[in-house]
């Protein structure tokens, strides 16, 4: 069962916060059509994912992006504040957020290397944030039940702060890997916008102001890829979305991603997916596809 379908009001205004106290085991589930950031405000217990469990306690901060299913296991007086939200519906300030180096690393890198890096580079905050975060989701809890007019400007506003608040504590972090995540955020931002133009390793390494050196330690740690092999990755990502959403002929494709070569393309596709760019399309294309201007 989707936690939305018994939260009033939550499919007309897509966000609402609220706390859970003594929260009990829950098997994998999704929250449907929104993304959940959670705040662990009290007690013990382990966060749970189809592969993997890691322990979680009071200061631990995560986001479960849409559609990932998650859980909670032998859980100890676990308490946490949940706060549910759809990023497409909601309208968020992305291009603003997105130019914190600990937004990007929180929101994007953290959920998708959680598992890779055994939770290890999760947010943790202390007491005082703790209290901060809590008056933030209170005003915001209460914009949301009380429905005055103006609440869907007020409580898109204290989202937006709370936001702000773990993205600047994520970036103040000083253990390694959010470090390492913090510093490779900008670039990743960058690459996403740029990947159809050509990039070497020495381009990537001065517009993350390290040496050659240190960039491939740093894609290392984070990825188990250097840093060209993550940049194919991503080309290859990006080339699978555009397969499935778009009809762009397959040259097209792959000039996007920024592989001139067409033959290339198609052999590393095959290699990362296991099939051809028209097989796959074929086998994954979406009900509506739509012309890429």
Known sequence: MNQHNYIP????????????????PWKLHRHGDYAELVIITGGRGKHVLETESFPIERGDVFFVPLGLPHGYADCQSLCLTNILFDPRRLPLPEHQLRQMPGYHALFKLEPELRVQHSFNSRLRVDDGALRKLDDLLQHLNQEVRERKP??????????CGV???????????????????VRLSGLLNWLEKHLSEPVTVDLLAARAHMSRSTLGRCFRESFGLS????????????????????????RDVALRVGIEDANYFARVFRKQQGVEPTAYRSRNRTPKLHHVA
């Open 9 to 24: 009001g939550l499919l007309e205004f897509p966000l609402t916060a609220f706390p859970v106290v003594d929260h009990l």
């Open 150 to 159: 103006g609440f869907e400007v007020a409580s898109t506003s204290l989202l």
């Open 163 to 181: 936001l702000v608040e773990l993205s600047r504590r994520y970036a103040a972090m000083t253990s390694p890997m959010p470090q390492t995540l």
């Open 227 to 250: 840093p060209m092999g993550y940049v194919i990755e991503m080309r290859l990502s990006k080339a699978a979305t555009l397969l499935r959403e778009t009809e762009l002929h397959i």
